[in-house]
């Protein structure tokens, strides 16, 4: 079972749900707080991380943007309420999905399933490199580089980028792809895609034109160019 580090203040919340990971089998390092958290980061090595959004000291989304300036290692984020604001910011900083509190260790333990069957369930996995004008994805090695200089993706982002060029043109709508990618086959929050779109965008487009990879259809969905 996968290493998870747990990064929660709330002590009940913490013990709760590291008690009930590890009796489902997972190696459980928690921290409580964002300072903790990154320091385990770097000696426990997890295979995904629960990162409460409310933190002392370094919040949740300081915490985030300071894993992925190092690690893809996929992020859950605990959120006390839905609040648009609250899952909008932890999204935009890089999680790859999001639990609303409280949440029962069986949720917890699916949605850390789903997360980490996007490493193990690559798209249309096979040997070779597509090339895209300047993008070149290697699906077998699930690796995106652009004018030969690789780009850091998570989890969420490569295999979003993996589904949509692997039928270029086909307009997918955001329930499509929350059910593909995020593995969540009921009805999900439409935000995971738009922020996962926002993220990709920003590492894999110019700046300086219209999205050229990732194309909006409106009142539609998405689809995958290049113009």
């Not at 069957?117 to 096979?126: A, K, Y």
Request: net charge negative; glycine share 8%.
């Amino acid at each position: 079972m996968p290493r998870v580090l747990l990064i929660e203040d709330d002590p009940s919340i913490r013990e709760g749900v590291g008690l009930g990971l590890r009796r489902r089998g997972h190696d459980v390092q928690a921290a409580e707080t964002g300072e903790d958290g990154l320091a385990l980061m770097a000696s426990f090595h997890p295979e995904l991380v629960l990162l409460d959004l409310m933190l002392p000291g370094i919040n949740g989304v300081q915490v985030c943007h300071r894993i992925r300036q190092t690690s893809e290692v996929p992020i859950i984020m605990l959120t006390a309420r839905g609040d648009d604001f609250d899952i909008v910011i932890g999204l935009e900083a890089g999680a790859d999905d999001y639990i609303v509190k409280p949440a029962r260790t069986e949720v917890i333990e699916a949605r850390i399933k789903a997360v980490l069957r996007r490493l193990s369930d690559p798209v249309g996995s096979r040997p070779g490199i597509e090339t895209h004008a300047e993008l070149a994805i290697d699906r077998a090695g699930l690796t995106v580089a652009r004018n030969g200089e690789r780009i850091a993706l998570a989890p969420s982002e490569i295999k979003l980028l993996l589904h949509l060029s692997a039928s270029p043109e086909q307009v997918f709508s955001r329930q499509q792809l929350l059910e593909y990618v995020w593995d969540h086959s009921y009805h999900a929050d439409a935000r995971l895609v738009d922020a996962c779109v926002r993220r990709l965008r920003h590492k894999i487009e110019d700046p300086a034109r219209s999205p050229r990879y990732i194309q909006t259809v409106r009142g539609f969905g998405y689809r995958f160019g290049p113009l």
